[in-house]
């Protein structure tokens, strides 16, 4: 089982695994709760996976903009649009920013009201089936 490695050499693996840490810790031989451990304990190492989250993000958002936009089909005369080789995506930038954003503010918000104006408990009162020959 590997040492601890240096920051230096942490952000690198980070750099490599693109984040990941279970990939990092393929790298080092270890398993991905010691290099877990390891951000929980060091602040540097912690803010070191924290920036290459973030650059991952950065990379995602100039994909997801791509994949929203899509791939024009230019008519190579006249350089005019004629259609779509992949046509825009929205729903697949909604999932990335929404997901790999919520960090960053991207996301749903969801508020929850607890005060509900509608009754909690409804009495239901039920009379007897009158049988016949019942007086009334």
Same mark, same amino acid.
């Given at each position: 089982?590997?040492?601890?490695?240096?920051?230096?050499?942490?952000?690198?693996?980070?750099?490599?695994?693109?984040?990941?840490?279970?990939?990092?810790?393929?790298?080092?031989?270890? *398993?991905?709760?010691?290099?877990?451990?390891?951000? /929980?304990? %060091?602040?540097?190492?912690?803010?070191? $996976?924290? @920036?290459?989250?973030?650059?991952?993000?950065?990379?995602?958002?100039?994909?997801?903009?791509?994949?929203?936009?899509?791939?024009?089909?230019?008519?190579?005369? *006249?350089?005019?649009?004629?259609?779509?080789?992949? /046509?825009? %995506?929205?729903?697949?930038?909604?999932? $990335?920013? @929404?997901?790999?954003?919520?960090?960053?503010?991207?996301?749903?918000?969801?508020?929850?009201?607890?005060?509900?104006?509608?009754?909690?408990?409804?009495?239901?009162?039920?009379?007897?089936?009158?049988?016949?020959?019942?007086?009334?």
């Amino acid at each position: 089982i590997s040492m601890k490695p240096s920051l230096d050499e942490f952000q690198e693996l980070l750099r490599k695994s693109g984040g990941n840490l279970t990939k990092a810790a393929q790298l080092l031989g270890v *398993t991905r709760q010691t290099v877990w451990g390891w951000t /929980k304990q %060091d602040a540097s190492f912690k803010e070191a $996976l924290e @920036s290459e989250r973030k650059r991952v993000f950065d990379k995602c958002l100039d994909v997801a903009y791509a994949v929203a936009m899509g791939v024009p089909r230019i008519d190579p005369k *006249t350089q005019m649009m004629t259609g779509w080789e992949e /046509k825009p %995506d929205s729903q697949m930038l909604r999932y $990335l920013l @929404s997901t790999l954003g919520r960090d960053e503010g991207f996301g749903e918000k969801h508020d929850v009201n607890i005060e509900n104006p509608l009754p909690t408990a409804i009495n239901i009162v039920v009379s007897p089936k009158k049988k016949p020959g019942d007086a009334e």
